[in-house]
């Protein structure tokens, strides 16, 4: 406390010594508004400080750009995880039909399931001979076989093309396409 | 913040971007072998099975597309060696530029259908080269426009199964040229395929197939007609008819232009048919290869 008095006593000696000069009219009322905008920039949001520091970083924001179209494209064609994007194609609700009245199971497998034997079960329309299945595939020509009871291998009758494979054995032919879309010119 | 500050950041970026993907396929290498050896059931080199898998990623082989094709493998407890044998000939082909997909489902098929190992790949090879021509033909009739790829790889899949279904390439020739001829679409193309196909169900010679489809197309018929042409012979049988006499008639009108095009109607019964064709009671048409400014070369195997 000593110790304050004696600066604060200090300071008005000092302050008494200078040779007081007549201010300008208006510089306080100045300083003021000069003080209130200062005040009022650090009070603006988050987004004019953001363009504020970019206005004056420009390096930043030139940095910023360069890598990014630099960073994207590499990580685009780099990724192998994408999905490869099929445009223009259609989507088709199919439903395959087998009859068989002993069967225990049929399982439908073909193209669309790269001929794996454990996706596709086909139900049994109960009381009926028939076993059913509805799967959603795209434009397309899809090969495929019933499997009867996990070892009889099965054409579809219904199907309107029958064809041999590469091995010698039979497949059904389905294919979807737009009835439509006829006589385009090249 | 100087350049050279700038400069060595965008440095360090560019550097770890392909380093993340790097490490990303060995992740990617890594999940296939695993799911691969919890597969097998025999004893199997690690070592062996990891060079397939980092060959086929590297040679560009989709990681979705790989995985199901190993799992497959391994769940039939295809040896290793025959794996790789058939990745590398899937790698060469996509090398090409030839759609691969047709090729692996072939694959696909015949591992599932337990044919044994020697045989898929004896057809590997012919397979090959009958991709090789459709890939080329199905290139021909492309366009630029969007969606082509997706085009010429449905167009090519279509021409490999008219193959399996038994016509040469003289036919799908002969066939490519009368669109190419009409300037048409390859979507046009892919109907005439698809009725090619279809009308096998009938007691008719390839031959005969192919005279029918060519001189609709040189007659200017609409798809929609031509793809009438199966229901018109279903029906037709149904009431009794012989397919050669239906076959007869209906060349006989098209090649008269006795059907205009874009006759065919549909019934109120949910069949098709032709307003000429039911009127007409005259037979005895040339046939395919003769009598006609068109003809046909004729190449088709007959039943």
Redesign the interface.
Same mark, same amino acid.
């Given at each position: 406390m000593k110790k304050l008095q004696f600066h604060d006593d200090f300071l008005k000696k000092q302050l008494g010594s200078f040779k007081r000069i007549k201010t300008p009219e208006g510089t306080v009322k100045r300083l003021y508004s000069r003080i209130k905008e200062e005040e009022d920039a650090q009070h603006a949001g988050f987004v004019s400080n953001f363009f504020h520091i970019l206005r004056l970083?420009r390096?930043?924001v030139?940095?910023v750009l360069?890598?990014l179209l630099?960073?994207v494209p590499?990580?685009f064609f780099?990724?192998?995880?994408l999905i490869?994007m099929?445009?223009?194609?259609k989507v088709y609700v199919v439903r395959f039909i087998h009859e068989n009245e002993s069967a225990q199971s049929v399982k439908l497998?073909g193209?669309f399931n790269?001929?794996?034997?454990d996706e596709i079960d086909m139900q049994r329309i109960s009381g009926t001979p028939f076993w059913s299945t509805e799967i959603t595939l795209r434009?397309?020509?899809y090969?495929y076989v019933f499997l009867v009871d996990e070892a009889e291998?099965t054409i579809d009758p219904l199907a309107?093309?029958?064809?041999?494979?590469?091995?010698g054995?039979q497949?059904s032919?389905i294919?979807l396409?737009?009835?439509l879309?006829?006589?385009?010119?090249? | 913040? %100087?350049?050279i500050?700038?400069f060595i950041?965008?440095s360090v970026?560019?550097i770890l971007?392909?380093l993340f +993907?790097y490490c990303?396929?060995n992740d990617?290498e890594d999940v296939i072998v695993k799911m691969a050896l919890e597969k097998y059931t025999i004893h199997v080199d690690i070592e062996q099975l990891r060079n397939a898998v980092t060959e086929s990623?590297d040679g560009g082989i989709?990681?979705e597309d790989l995985y199901?094709?190993i799992?497959?493998s391994a769940k039939a407890n295809r040896e290793i060696a025959e794996v790789s044998y058939y990745l590398n000939e899937i790698v060469d082909l996509r090398g090409k530029g030839i759609p691969e997909e047709v090729l692996m489902?072939?694959i696909?098929?015949?591992?599932?259908?337990g044919?044994p190992g020697k045989?898929?790949r004896e057809?590997i090879s012919?397979?090959g080269m009958r991709l090789g021509f459709c890939y080329h033909t199905a290139t021909n009739?492309s366009?630029r426009r %969007?969606?082509h790829s997706?085009k010429v790889e449905?167009l090519t899949?279509?021409l490999f199964?008219a193959m399996? +279904?038994?016509f040469s390439e003289n036919d799908i020739n002969t066939i490519s040229s009368a669109v190419q001829k009409q300037?048409?679409?390859p979507?046009?193309f892919?109907?005439s395929l698809?009725t090619m196909?279809?009308l096998?169900?009938f007691e008719l010679e390839y031959k005969e197939i192919i005279w029918l489809i060519e001189i609709s197309i040189d007659k200017g018929y609409?798809?929609?007609d031509i793809?009438a042409f199966?229901l018109i012979f279903s029906s037709e049988t149904r009431k009794g008819l012989n397919e050669e006499d239906i076959y007869i008639r209906l060349l006989h009108d098209i090649e008269n232009d006795m059907m205009p095009p874009g006759s065919f109607t549909r019934q109120a019964g949910g069949g098709w048919e032709s307003q000429s064709g039911r009127e007409s009671t005259r037979s005895g048409s040339s046939g395919p290869g003769g009598g006609s400014s068109s003809s046909s070369n004729g190449s088709g195997k007959g039943k």
């Amino acid at each position: 406390m000593k110790k304050l008095q004696f600066h604060d006593d200090f300071l008005k000696k000092q302050l008494g010594s200078f040779k007081r000069i007549k201010t300008p009219e208006g510089t306080v009322k100045r300083l003021y508004s000069r003080i209130k905008e200062e005040e009022d920039a650090q009070h603006a949001g988050f987004v004019s400080n953001f363009f504020h520091i970019l206005r004056l970083r420009r390096e930043i924001v030139i940095a910023v750009l360069a890598t990014l179209l630099l960073a994207v494209p590499l990580t685009f064609f780099s990724t192998k995880s994408l999905i490869a994007m099929k445009t223009g194609q259609k989507v088709y609700v199919v439903r395959f039909i087998h009859e068989n009245e002993s069967a225990q199971s049929v399982k439908l497998i073909g193209d669309f399931n790269n001929w794996n034997s454990d996706e596709i079960d086909m139900q049994r329309i109960s009381g009926t001979p028939f076993w059913s299945t509805e799967i959603t595939l795209r434009e397309g020509l899809y090969k495929y076989v019933f499997l009867v009871d996990e070892a009889e291998w099965t054409i579809d009758p219904l199907a309107p093309i029958i064809v041999k494979d590469n091995f010698g054995q039979q497949s059904s032919i389905i294919v979807l396409l737009d009835d439509l879309e006829e006589n385009n010119n090249l | 913040m %100087r350049p050279i500050h700038i400069f060595i950041l965008i440095s360090v970026i560019i550097i770890l971007v392909p380093l993340f +993907s790097y490490c990303a396929s060995n992740d990617d290498e890594d999940v296939i072998v695993k799911m691969a050896l919890e597969k097998y059931t025999i004893h199997v080199d690690i070592e062996q099975l990891r060079n397939a898998v980092t060959e086929s990623l590297d040679g560009g082989i989709p990681f979705e597309d790989l995985y199901t094709f190993i799992s497959s493998s391994a769940k039939a407890n295809r040896e290793i060696a025959e794996v790789s044998y058939y990745l590398n000939e899937i790698v060469d082909l996509r090398g090409k530029g030839i759609p691969e997909e047709v090729l692996m489902n072939s694959i696909l098929e015949g591992i599932a259908k337990g044919i044994p190992g020697k045989i898929i790949r004896e057809s590997i090879s012919s397979i090959g080269m009958r991709l090789g021509f459709c890939y080329h033909t199905a290139t021909n009739h492309s366009s630029r426009r %969007r969606g082509h790829s997706n085009k010429v790889e449905l167009l090519t899949k279509a021409l490999f199964t008219a193959m399996d +279904s038994g016509f040469s390439e003289n036919d799908i020739n002969t066939i490519s040229s009368a669109v190419q001829k009409q300037k048409i679409s390859p979507s046009f193309f892919l109907q005439s395929l698809r009725t090619m196909m279809e009308l096998q169900r009938f007691e008719l010679e390839y031959k005969e197939i192919i005279w029918l489809i060519e001189i609709s197309i040189d007659k200017g018929y609409r798809i929609s007609d031509i793809r009438a042409f199966p229901l018109i012979f279903s029906s037709e049988t149904r009431k009794g008819l012989n397919e050669e006499d239906i076959y007869i008639r209906l060349l006989h009108d098209i090649e008269n232009d006795m059907m205009p095009p874009g006759s065919f109607t549909r019934q109120a019964g949910g069949g098709w048919e032709s307003q000429s064709g039911r009127e007409s009671t005259r037979s005895g048409s040339s046939g395919p290869g003769g009598g006609s400014s068109s003809s046909s070369n004729g190449s088709g195997k007959g039943k």
